[in-house]
């Protein structure tokens, strides 16, 4: 069991998961638990509240890694920002090499190893 798949684990609860759900759900024991717990805290990875459950106390673990907002996903190809936004440029769309380069990288895919025939398809 790594601190990557516990990071995951908390990372999968944004109200934060209870140190006492997470050791059982990764079939390790409390100690283990507490070592990688430890590990991700002096990372700044997660921060830790103390918090009570059924009169047992234990700790809520929440991940300081916030999710990458999907708002200009439709505007991203790969890695690259959809050129024509924010752009000042003279435009003539048919010679505009940053567009082209944008729509390739569509075309190629996440992957770029697309078949170059397919694209005239
Ligand atoms: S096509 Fe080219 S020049 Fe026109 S707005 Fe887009 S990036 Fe700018």
Redesign the pocket.
Known sequence: MSAEEALEYIKSHPEGALQSDLWKVLKIDSRKCSRIVAKLLKDNLITREVETIDGIRTYRLCCTIKPRSKRFDPLLALDAFE??AG?I?E?V?EH?A??SEWIFSIVMGADGNQDIERIGQ
């Open positions: 050129p024509c752009c440029e435009c769309p505009c940053k567009l």
